[in-house]
Antibody, heavy 122, light 109 residues
Framework: EVQLLESGGGLAQPGGSLRLSCAASGFAFSAYAITWVRQAPGKGLEWVSGITGNSGVTDYADSVRGRFTISRDNSKNTVYLQMNSLRGEDTAVYFC???????????????WGQGTLVTVSS | SYELTQPPSVSVSPGQTARITCSGDALPKKYAYWYQQKSGQAPVLVIYEDSKRPSGIPERFSGSRSGTMATLTISGAQVDDEADYYCYSTDSSGNHRGVFGTGTKVTVL
């Protein structure tokens, strides 16, 4: 059974940092890209960042580029999201998800974790 | 930036058919995907590559795409289908990542 479990959320001050983790099981972890998607309270879904299975490609939404860093440790079946210079607008539930690649190269997401809440407030 | 537009809400009686639309300029050339999100839960993929259903998704969920619009159809809607639904697709730039639609709240009553 494919499982993804996020951790590391909590309260951070504006300008502060948090590191989220996404622990995966039930599939060949290194063969899949993993992505982070967030959802602000009462709002829609926003893609945040993604990383390929061999870490060869990383990508970020414009809203977090330069502040967030995605990485992975395939020996631990875990993906990380280092979030620096946090802002109030980063307050959201952060989901990690497994990436599938469509025949035309599009990333889409077939399994999701339950999410971890990040609150940025003084 | 690329946008996918959905109606904010759709209401349907149990057993009737609900249709949720998603409009985007690149849809004539790009697949559409659909996610269901029940309150307080993670999204679930219900349709991929326009019309394919993942294992475990009921047959009452179907998808189609024509021109600049994709449609998710719930045939014989059930109370358990009440949720937010998001379409997802990519723009015409060739980028691998996409954007989510604005979301549609489906009410079954």
């Amino acid at each position: 059974e494919v499982q993804l479990l996020e951790s590391g959320g909590g309260l951070a001050q504006p300008g502060g940092s948090l590191r989220l983790s996404c622990a995966a099981s039930g599939f060949a972890f290194s063969a899949y890209a993993i992505t982070w998607v967030r959802q602000a309270p009462g709002k829609g879904l926003e893609w945040v960042s993604g990383i390929t299975g061999n870490s060869g490609v990383t990508d970020y939404a414009d809203s977090v580029r330069g502040r967030f860093t995605i990485s992975r440790d395939n020996s631990k079946n875990t993906v990380y999201l280092q979030m620096n210079s946090l802002r109030g607008e980063d307050t959201a539930v952060y989901f990690c998800a497994r990436v599938r690649t469509a025949t035309v190269g599009t990333w889409y997401f077939d399994y999701w974790g339950q999410g971890t809440l990040v609150t940025v407030s003084s | 930036s690329y946008e996918l537009t959905q109606p904010p809400s759709v209401s349907v009686s149990p057993g009737q058919t609900a249709r949720i639309t998603c409009s985007g300029d690149a849809l004539p050339k790009k697949y559409a995907y659909w996610y269901q999100q029940k309150s307080g839960q993670a999204p679930v993929l219900v349709i991929y590559e326009d019309s394919k259903r993942p294992s475990g998704i009921p047959e009452r969920f179907s998808g189609s795409r024509s021109g600049t619009m994709a449609t998710l159809t719930i045939s014989g809607a059930q109370v358990d289908d009440e949720a937010d639904y998001y379409c997802y697709s990519t723009d015409s730039s060739g980028n691998h990542r996409g954007v989510f639609g604005t979301g549609t709240k489906v009410t079954v009553l």
